[in-house]
Structure formats: C-alpha cells, structure tokens
C-alpha cells in the first residue's frame, strides 16, 4: 500500500504539504498542489478515509434528497452540487425521498452522512430532531411549504420572479390569469402558488378558485390529463394565460392544447417557472422564470462545506432570477 512519505518523497515536498492538499488547505501554492496531485495519481495512492473520519469525527460525505431523479430540474441542481463537492473532495449521497418511508433515512445517512441537503421536502419534526442530536446538519435547496427554523434554505425571490410575470401579461392585455400548481404537502410548489396569487394582488387583480388547476405531482403527465380534460368539456376557459409552477406542467399544458386545436399564444399564453433545457425547444418556445439551478448547487455546497469548516452558521440565501420572455405569450385576442 503507498503511504504519504512515498507520495511526499516522489514530489519533492514534505509530508505535511501532502496532507495539506489532501484536505484541501489553502496554503499550499497551485503549482505544488498541482504536483502532489499527480504523485498520487501516478502512484494510485488513496488516503485512509476511515482512520481520517476516526480522527477528524468527519465523513467528508453529504447527503442529498431527491424528489423524483429524472426531473431534469432536480437533476440540473444535483449536477451543481456534484461540481462544487468534488473540488473539495466530498462526496454525496443521492437518495429518492419517499414521505412513507422518512424514517429510513435515520438509519441510512447517520454515521455516514455530515450533513443533508433537501430538495424542498416537509421532514417530520421527529426526523428533524434526530439529526440534530446527532451534529447532522440540514440545508433546503428551495422553501418547502412550512419553513422550519432549524433548517435555512437557498432559493429564489418567487414573490419578486412572479410579479415581473404578471407584470409583463398584463401588457398584452391579460387579466384573467390562471395557475396550474401541485398543492400537496409533500410538494416545493406549493409555496410557489402562494406568491403567485400575492403578485396578483400586487397588481390590483383577484384570482378566481376556477383559476387554478391541480397538477398533482407537477409531472408532465397529470397536467397533459388536466388540460385536455379541460379543453375537452366544452366550456370556455376562465383564463386568457396561465401560469405554470414547474416547465414540465408548462409543457403537457402546451401538449394538450396542440392536441386539441388551441393556438398558443393567439388563443391561450402559457408561461412557466424554472427554465429546464426544454423549456427552449418546445413549439412555440415557453415564457419562463429561469432559476440558476447550477449556481445554486455550488452556493449549497459552499455554504455546508464553510459551516462544517469553519462553523460559520448557515442562513437562507437569496439568489437572482430573470424573466425569460418567449413566444408562448402573446396579446390577447380581440
């Protein structure tokens, strides 16, 4: 087995500077850091993980929860969080997260885990109570729909991010602005929904209960259902726009009107929340909010990997979005 004197002799430098860029100290110059690191990749040497988390009471491991993993805006923020850690060689946890089944991640992520990043989700009190008895720390990425004060969160300004959408139909005209969202518990687009309709008051317009359609889980799927079940009932729509909560309702709303004859923007706009890649290629291309899910994911990790450091406590942070305006919106017709 290589040991870190073979490294630190093969290098030139001693064994300290090796340790110091094992565990990502900055004082070490790039240029030398740059050497150890090939050392060991020359030499394939791999630190002691066990005796180093034995020593240190640290894993070097952070669990993340997903929601539904082939959500690609899920993905996108999963794919900043994996950046951002491996420059600091952490590793990360990937777990689905199942509401009916919360209590499995006591035993899954304690003594392997030095912190828990969630996408969004409701943990239950008891769960939260767990881990911080245990020193594991809890961030959200994304406000689930009842804040806890022991768990800080990064997110957008979704009040701020609605009011420029509203802001921006109402010059084409709309008024009567609908709202597709998923408004069960177990769902980070709820809260969503509420700053909505806060926008709107903003503006001086009501939202009508009939204005808002229940998307279920936010898929594709259950809005494309909604949508053409609407449109199928031959009733009038209550709305000249909607807005959507996440891209993929956006998209199966767009579906079920291409699919049932309803020319979008000249008879309906649709716009939407979050910019997934899609949200771009689709015909026509979506109105959206873009939220910098990538930016996010390196912001998170920042954050957990300074507190666990440093101590520095963590605290919710407030990122920047921007209203991306395609052709899915248009005037109202006459």
Not at 79 to 96: M, N, P, V
Not at 117 to 123: F, H, K
Not at 202 to 216: I, K, Q, T, V
Not at 282 to 306: K, M, Q
Request: aromatic residues 8%; glycine residues 6%.
């Amino acid at each position: 087995m290589v040991t870190r004197d073979e490294v630190a002799r093969h290098a030139g430098v001693s064994v300290a500077v090796v340790s110091y860029v094992i565990n990502n100290k900055p004082v070490v110059k790039e240029a030398t850091r740059q050497k150890v690191l090939q050392a060991i990749r020359e030499l394939g040497y791999s630190p002691n993980l066990t005796a180093r988390s034995l020593k240190t009471r640290r894993m070097n491991q952070i669990g993340v929860l997903f929601n539904h993993i082939g959500n690609p805006f899920e993905t996108g923020i999963a794919l900043g969080l994996e950046q951002r850690a491996r420059k600091d060689g952490q590793s990360l946890i990937f777990q689905t997260y199942d509401p009916s089944e919360e209590d499995h991640l006591k035993t899954l992520f304690s003594g392997r885990a030095d912190a828990i990043i969630l996408l969004g989700q409701q943990l239950k009190a008891d769960t939260i109570d767990h881990f911080t008895k245990i020193g594991v720390n809890l961030f959200s990425v994304m406000m689930p729909q009842q804040p806890h004060a022991r768990i800080p969160c990064a997110d957008i300004d979704w009040f701020e991010a609605y009011r420029a959408m509203v802001d921006h139909l109402i010059r084409f005209g709309h008024t009567r602005i609908g709202f597709m969202g998923a408004l069960n518990r177990e769902s980070y687009l709820g809260i969503r929904f509420r700053h909505f309709r806060q926008a709107l008051l903003s503006h001086g317009l009501e939202f009508r209960d009939e204005r808002l359609m229940h998307g279920s889980f936010g898929t594709l799927e259950m809005a494309y259902e909604q949508m053409a079940s609407r449109l199928s009932s031959g009733t009038d729509l209550p709305f000249t726009a909607i807005v959507c909560a996440n891209d993929l309702m956006a998209i199966g709303v767009l579906s079920a009107c291409r699919d049932n004859g309803v020319a979008v923007p000249e008879q309906l706009s649709i716009a939407s929340s979050e910019n997934i890649l899609m949200s771009s290629h689709t015909s026509p291309p979506l109105t959206t909010i873009h939220y910098p899910r990538r930016e996010i994911g390196f912001t998170t990790i920042e954050a957990v990997i300074n507190h666990l450091n440093t101590g520095t406590p963590l605290t919710n942070y407030t990122l920047n979005h921007e209203l991306f305006v395609r052709s899915s919106t248009g005037k109202v017709r006459d």
